[in-house]
């Protein structure tokens, strides 16, 4: 049956996308290690370090999409499960520092004996075990989302207000994070790293190695995503997002989808978190800010929201763009950012990927497509009405 | 404590009333203190004294600190100074000048402590005594807050005296103060604890509890009932104080959400450069005030005045640009109304921070705002009680637009039912467009009054937009009246967590209140009956 499964997610694009990941994860460690720095097909480690990010970036857009292409709930706090993610990672590697901090604590990180605090506290127990601390990337953000989800999905609320709450959530996060009694290094975070599984994580081998990690998680959490949407359950998923009234009356229990979407969608963005933050060397509470998950968003909507291969290819395209503007034109950075927002918003609405799979249809087209969805919206209203009244 | 004492009737003094005079002249008493011993001395001073004339003060306290000389040649006395090897001769009455004698022309007249003693109850007495009010109210203040023994009979004295009902009521309190760090009988002290157990106040509860380990042990619980009281009055107060404070936030967040609770509750666009338009206002101050430095500084005071309508005019027309440009196109589709008008925000960001630097600008805030007045046990600034009374006239004012005037009908007739308002001859495109305008305008008024308590910076908007949503959604989206309610609890909510568990986990719990507050009422405190809860 899991074969099945898995057999049916390989439809042609994903394949050819699975396979580009793999052989990125091949191609790009190899040429930063094996040629020579003067080589013209040398990738300088920065370089590499770079794309890392960006694949991090691309499975947090592609665990947005999950949820907002495919269930139709907007999350505006996807920030806050990456970098919880993160943090649950983070965790691990400063409990690996030992004894080789500036206070050389053989078992409080730095900040806590500056802080004065005399033991370790219970939620940091059991983060000096990898398999413990990969564990949590997947469980704590898991759990949050589930938590929050099973609340707001049973109380239906949804569309806007859903938005909005889970900015609330990523916020007052954000600010629980900014206190140093909380216990995960207030204002600066965790940093300086020293070692992952033994390895330095400075060094050219690991950097190639969490590189390579980078991609093939992202195609494996691609792999799934595309069997999770090309099953019946993610023909549901899809009905759901567009007439979740219909789905509920036709005996589903679209609670329990949302839930289980928004559940896996977390677990990827804390993979992505987990991921991000040993090869950025370090993680505070400044991921948790709003404006990062919406920066979030535009990826996906950029790359095309409802395709799996869009919001990685958005990820990769805004970033590589904000890493070159920031660079040379760093003045005119939030106006290409703010630009690229209205953008794709008015004449792209299904993004890139959207709009080559469904051809370059005319602004004729594309009118006749916003107007069928704001009737769609209206027709929505009597059914959803008459269940009102029947409830 | 002396020092303290004389500094406070020095101050006292330097603005009190032109001189004044009754009684007797009280130059030849100076002029006998020249052969007086200690215990004469102490009885001329008493004479000066009952002469009334505050004009003598000045040297009264020289005496004090042995300032006091007589010129040997014709025993007249002068307050003296030092100046160089020769010392300025100074007239202790009327203070003019009397010429430079060199040191040995003149004798320091000698001061022991029971004469300084003498000497400070003859100022004390002055004061009190004195025919300006503010004078004597300021005296028996200053006894007050620092209660002595020897300002006793002097209170007694001037309270037999006072005709002013307020400031012998003053007189009254200062006298119970002293009475109880005095010798007086126990009957006295009792009443005098009953006096200031109704007084109240952070000071007698001071006083009160600073005596109750000295105190005899039979006024104990006179005492103990008296800090009692005045505790649980202070209780009071300091809830008022906590109620005003969170009015005074919950009206921040009214002036910040107001404009939003037209975009986002009445139009149902998630306008994420609410914040953007709110800084825009801010910046239309500054500039206001720019100009005004620069060519009118008179007008100054006037500046907010101006610059309300400037804010408004400048926002609005940002907000009718945008409508007209993008937001038109996204109608029906919410969620991207959120893409783009975040997109938006960045942007004004941007060009202000272009225009105007990342740094904070100073506005400045005009007279009337500045400084505080008591009320009762607590203080209010007057730039906060100028914020709540502006936010809530913005309110008003703006809940007379939608439901009395004839833009108001056209826009909550367009909400309602769009195809129907067209039908019947509404130009739907123009109204949307002049309310979205309104709502912007509404947040660069709200910027005008946020510029005066917050920092002028790009990013001034940032930290309104969520507090601003939080406070729409709570209230119920749709409804103005829910965000006034919405607005102030939340802002008295956050001021009552505040002082149990810091103002971070305050607000974090706040949020998340809200949080589950909306699974509870997904549509707010007020939601909206009808076919607009489905759009």
């Known amino acids: 049956m899991i074969t099945g499964f898995i057999l049916r997610a390989l439809e042609g694009k994903i394949v050819v996308a699975i396979a580009i990941l793999i052989g990125v994860a091949i191609l790009v460690p190899a040429l930063n290690l094996l040629t020579s720095p003067d080589s013209a097909l040398h990738i300088p480690t920065y370089a590499m370090a770079l794309m890392g990010k960006y694949l991090c970036y691309a499975l947090l857009a592609l665990a947005l999409d999950l949820v907002w292409g495919y269930c139709g709930i907007l999350s505006l706090g996807h920030g806050a499960f990456f970098a919880l993610g993160g943090y649950a990672m983070g965790m691990y590697l400063m409990r690996q520092i030992g004894s080789r901090g500036t206070y050389g604590n053989p078992l409080l990180p730095d900040f806590m004996v500056f802080l004065n605090w005399k033991e370790l506290p219970w939620f940091w127990y059991g983060f000096d075990h990898f398999a413990f601390a990969m564990l949590m990337v997947l469980v704590v953000p898991g759990l949050l989302a589930f938590v929050f989800g099973w ?29 140093n009694d909380m216990g995960f290094g207030g204002n600066n975070g965790l940093t300086d790293f020293k070692e992952i599984l033994g390895f330095n994580v400075q060094a050219g081998g690991t950097r190639a190695a969490l590189f390579a990690m980078s991609a093939i998680m992202l195609a494996l959490c691609l792999l799934v995503a595309s069997a999770i949407t090309r099953s019946k359950f993610g023909k549901v998923l899809v009905g759901v997002r567009d007439a979740e009234s219909r789905v509920r009356f036709l005996g589903f229990r679209v609670e329990n989808i949302k839930l289980f979407t928004f559940v896996v969608s977390a677990m990827f963005a804390g993979i992505a978190g987990a991921l991000f933050v040993p090869q950025v060397g370090i993680i505070n509470p400044g991921e948790f800010a709003p404006a990062n998950s919406i920066e979030v968003v535009v990826w996906t909507a950029v790359g095309g929201r409802g395709t799996l291969i869009g919001p990685i290819i958005g990820a990769i395209l805004v970033n590589a763009g904000k890493s070159y503007f920031t660079g040379a034109f760093p003045e005119i950075w939030l106006f290409a950012l703010g630009g690229l927002f209205i953008a794709v918003t008015l004449f792209l609405p299904r993004g890139i990927v959207g709009t080559i799979q469904h051809g370059f249809a005319g602004r004729k087209a594309l009118k006749a497509a916003v107007e069928a969805e704001k009737g769609r919206d209206a027709g929505a209203v009597p059914v959803a009405r008459q269940v009102q009244a029947a409830e | 404590m002396p020092i303290r004492f004389f500094t406070l009737f020095f101050l006292i003094f330097s603005f009190a009333a032109p001189a004044f005079s009754q009684g007797a002249d009280p130059k030849p008493l100076f002029n006998q ?135 012998k009521f003053r007189m009254e309190e200062a006298r119970a103060v002293s009475v109880l760090s005095s010798d007086r009988s126990l009957d006295e002290k009792r009443a005098a604890i009953q006096t200031m157990g109704n007084l109240g106040g952070r000071s007698a509860l001071g006083i009160l509890s600073s005596v109750s380990s000295t105190i005899d042990p039979s006024l104990k619980a006179d005492l103990d009932a008296a800090i009692k009281a005045i505790q649980n009055e202070q209780q009071l107060w300091d809830l008022a104080q906590n109620v005003w ?17 037209i975009t986002f509750g009445v139009m149902g666009i998630i306008n994420m450069a609410h914040g953007e338009m709110v800084m825009l206002g801010a910046y239309s101050t500054y500039v206001v005030q720019e100009v ?133 001859g509404i130009r739907t495109p123009w109204v949307d467009a002049l309310t979205f305008a309104l709502g912007s305008g509404i947040a660069g008024i709200a910027g005008v009054a946020l510029s005066q308590i917050d920092n002028v910076s790009p990013n001034l908007g940032q930290s309104y937009i969520i507090d601003s949503f939080m406070v729409v959604v709570f209230g119920g989206v749709g409804n103005l009246w829910g965000t006034l309610v919405g607005a102030l609890s939340l802002g008295v909510l956050n001021k009552f967590l505040e002082p149990s568990v810091g103002a971070v986990l305050g607000k974090i719990l706040v949020l998340v209140l809200i949080i589950l507050f909306i699974q509870k009422r997904p549509r707010g405190l007020f939601a909206l009956k009808g076919r607009a809860i489905e759009a």
Do not use: C
Request: proline residues 4%.
């Open chain 2, 292 to 424: 005004i430095r620069s060519h009118a500084p008179g007008l100054f005071d006037w500046s907010l005045t101006i610059a309300l309508p400037v804010a408004f005019l400048v926002t609005g027309a940002v907000g009718f640009v945008v409508e007209r440009g993008i937001i038109r196109f996204l109608y029906g589709r919410p969620l991207e109304t959120l893409l783009a008008t975040w997109g938006v925000s960045l942007i004004l960001q941007q060009t202000i921070r272009s225009i105007f630097g990342p740094t904070n600008k100073e506005v400045g805030n005009p007279s009337w705002m500045s400084g505080s007045f008591p009320l009762g046990g607590m203080t209010i600034t007057w730039n906060r009680m100028w914020i709540v009374i502006f936010s809530l006239s913005i309110f008003f004012a703006l809940l007379v637009v939608m439901k009395k005037s004839a833009f108001g009908l056209n826009m909550r007739a367009v909400t309602q039912n769009r195809r129907m308002a067209s039908s019947m």
């Open chain 2, 245 to 261: 404070y969170g009015v005074s936030l919950g009206s921040v967040l009214l002036l910040a959400a107001i404009g939003l609770a």
């Open chain 1, 151 to 179: 609340f707001a999905f049973r109380s239906r609320v949804n569309g806007v207000y859903l938005s909005i709450i889970t900015q609330a959530m990523t916020y007052a996060l954000l600010l629980a994070f900014f206190r």
């Open chain 2, 33 to 167: 203190l020249a052969d007086a011993d200690f215990g004469q001395a102490e009885s001329i001073v008493a004479q000066i004294a009952t002469s009334g004339d505050i004009r003598v003060v000045p040297a009264l306290e020289a005496f004090a600190e042995g300032d006091l000389y007589f010129r040997k040649a014709d025993k007249a006395v002068f307050v003296a100074k030092p100046a160089g090897a020769q010392l300025d001769l100074i007239d202790p009455v009327t203070a003019e000048s009397a010429g430079q004698v060199a040191k040995g022309a003149v004798t320091k007249i000698r001061v022991n402590n029971t004469l300084r003693r003498a000497i400070r109850a003859a100022l004390g007495g002055l004061t009190l005594m004195s025919p300006d009010r503010s004078v004597r109210l300021a005296a028996a203040d200053a006894i007050l807050l620092s209660p002595s023994a020897e300002a006793l009979d002097l209170v007694e004295a001037a309270i037999a005296k006072e005709t002013d009902r307020d400031v």
